[in-house]
């Protein structure tokens, strides 16, 4: 079975310190994302990579910032955490597929971030 | 940018009634895929449809994506208090690359009761 796992299930921070948010995959996956999930709002992408020290922005990319320096493992940096980012943050993998199909993510557990 | 609207946003039922919730890109897409995520826990694949007019069957539940590739509904047959969550359809726009970013689509939280 594929396995993402993410380092924290529940993070308290303050205003102002920076977070690092992990996620290790076991699946050799190519593709890596973080996705942060807010009621009513669904889940949004905030960055992905397709590589290794590749990176793109995802759909609200602002306060964010990302890492890929090994193949399993995508971090996301939020560099000064504001109370806005309190969020529940998932990371996801898939496989590179070319064509109309589109790789089915695995989803970890989620990271729920309080920014006090 | 693509957007993807869903709806209901939440929905109601008595045990044994059927259960619908549908999805509307704004532009083409790809492939829709849908995703259930159980309370407290995280989305799981369900399914992926491809082709134009699809229909795919899973037990209970059936999956359509419309003609024009535009819209998506997943149905669910006489509920059971098992199918409790959240439905996400993610459309893609795979565009030549190999990771077709998904947009998901806010969600229908179904709470059956028993």
């Known amino acids: 079975d594929v396995k993402v796992t993410q380092s924290s299930r529940y993070l308290v921070k303050r205003t102002g310190e920076k977070v690092f948010l992990e996620c290790v995959q076991d699946m050799d996956h190519e593709n890596m994302f973080w996705y942060r999930q807010d009621p009513g709002l669904g889940l949004r992408l905030i960055y992905f990579s397709y590589d290794v020290k590749m990176k793109e922005k995802g759909d609200i990319p602002e306060g964010y910032s990302v890492s890929r320096e090994k193949k399993e493992r995508f971090s996301l940096i939020l560099e000064s955490a504001s109370t806005n980012q309190t969020s529940m943050y998932l990371c996801?993998?898939?496989?590179?597929?070319?064509?109309?199909?589109?790789?089915?993510?695995?989803f970890g557990e989620g990271s729920r971030l309080t920014v006090l | 940018g693509q957007q993807v609207m869903q709806i209901p946003q939440y929905q109601h039922v008595q045990e044994g009634e059927d259960f619908t919730t549908y999805c509307n890109s704004s532009t083409t897409l790809s492939n829709i895929q849908w995703y259930k995520q159980r309370p407290g826990g995280h989305p799981v694949f369900l399914i992926q449809l491809v082709k134009s007019g699809e229909v795919k069957k899973q037990k209970r539940l059936t999956f359509q994506f419309g003609e024009a590739k535009k819209n998506s509904s997943l149905h669910i047959t006489a509920t059971q208090t098992t199918d409790v969550g959240t439905y996400f359809c993610?459309?893609?726009?795979?565009?030549?690359?190999?990771?077709?970013?998904?947009?998901f689509g806010q969600g229908t939280i179904l709470t059956v009761h028993p």
């Open positions: 993610a459309g893609s726009n795979a565009g030549g690359t190999s990771y077709g970013k998904l947009t």
């Open positions: 996801a993998s898939s496989l590179a597929r070319w064509g109309a199909s589109t790789g089915e993510l695995f």
